[in-house]
């Protein structure tokens, strides 16, 4: 047998679009834009193979992909290139834990909610919060189902979001909210931080959400921002970077009502941008509006400890018009992955980690200074940062590729006006050799 499994055939084919009533596969994509439709083909792969020339030509092909395993990557951006212990995929790895599903019977899955309660108690505890649900598909969808969540509660329509949160977060966002006919509204920076005057501008306003760090790398000032969200009558949210809480102050001491963000920092590969683990926590006086499921502890007839869902707001579960989301299966996997990292590196490791991701970020941004460059919007700053480059960001990109360096982000991607600057990030990962080739690469630049 030449294959692993065994393909579709042209009878098969024919069978299924006479049984659904079309006369050929292009019938099934007429309504899918040609403009958005993928004009290439499998030229390269050829006719269906035998099991081992397909793992070759494949393999080849992977093979043209520059990744983290070959090069230094300054690239950060939300999906970061970070130490995982590991003991992290040897856990995985196990099949009680790879197969894992929903716990739907808790009397059979005992291990799989604890591990759950596990991570939301360690979740709890780096943010500050009260509850923490059992994950969500990634750090952006959560900061959006969060917004949701605040318009429904607060009864008002007006989001706003500081120009410092991640852009596509922005996209995200307008799109959930164009259904209910939600308004997106947004505060500009100054200096590099949330111009949060502007807010008094603003009525309706359900919530207001900052990132921490924010998108460009620098700290935000929490507790202003949550006095002057609670001023205007809505809920303050936070998108933070669990690795940064290593070092900062937790939003939840700060002010924050909700505080959302991604766990891909805490051992899960960056996989050339997903799946990751969107975390969600809330104070107490949310905790029956929280989307997802949460996992209790109690005690059975015996007084045995166990574990049980206390909480689970989808519709699956509950009367539809109780149900506060439609966010489906969460990332269990991912939130044990994530949980199995911080256990492994515990309170003490969790700073040091992040404190070595602050020193590395500011002994390159020093050096960047010194050798002519400019910072943008200097200040207090986590470990990324904005770099003014002499040429296009775009094109310097490609001439670091060749020096065998992933760069930073072109800022161009999302704003015209900064198409000379790039979104630098330098994780505890990067050698101080490292930090110098990529100083020198940029210098090279300026005779490009």
Known sequence: MDFRYLPMTQEDEQQMLQTIGADSIEDLLADIPA???????????????????????????ADQNMNTKQYPSFLGAGIYDHYAPAV????????????????????????ELQAIFEYQTMICELTGMDVANSSMYDGITALAEAAMLACAHKKKKTIVLSDGVHPEAHDVVRTYANGPGLEVATLPLTHGETAIEQLETL??????????????????????LADATHAKGGLFIVSANPLA???????????????????????????????????????????RKIPGR???????????????????AREQ???????????????????LAASIAMSALGKRGIRELATRNLQTAYALKKSLSEAGFRI???????????????????????????????????????????????????TELRTKEELDHFVTALGGLTHA
């Open 35 to 61: 403009s958005v439709r993928d004009q290439g083909t499998l030229e390269e792969v050829g006719i269906p193979l035998p099991e081992t020339d397909l793992i070759r030509t494949l393999s080849k092909l």
């Open 88 to 111: 992290v995929n040897h856990m995985l790895l196990r099949s009680e834990f790879y197969t894992a599903y929903t716990p739907y019977q808790p009397e059979i899955s005992q291990g």
């Open 203 to 224: 009525d309706d306003v359900a919530c207001v959400i900052v990132q921490y760090p924010n998108f460009y790398g620098r700290v935000e000032d929490l507790q202003a």
């Open 245 to 287: 809480l290593g070092l900062l102050e937790a939003p939840g001491k700060l002010g924050a009502d909700i505080t959302i963000g991604d766990c891909q920092p805490f051992g899960i590969p960056q996989s050339f941008g997903g799946p990751t683990c969107g975390y969600f926590t809330t104070t107490k006086a949310l905790m």
């Open 294 to 312: 949460l996992v209790g502890q109690t005690v059975d007839e015996e007084g045995k400890r166990g574990f049980v869902l206390t909480l689970q």
């Open 317 to 335: 579960h509950i009367r539809r018009d109780k149900a506060t989301s439609n966010i489906c299966s969460n990332q269990a996997l991912n939130a």
């Open 376 to 426: 943008i919007d200097d200040g207090p700053s986590f470990n990324e940062f904005v770099v003014e480059l002499p040429i296009d960001a775009n094109e310097a990109s490609k001439q670091l590729l060749k020096e065998g360096i992933i760069g930073g982000l072109p800022l161009g991607t999302f704003d015209e006006s900064r198409t000379n600057q790039m979104l630098v990030c330098a």
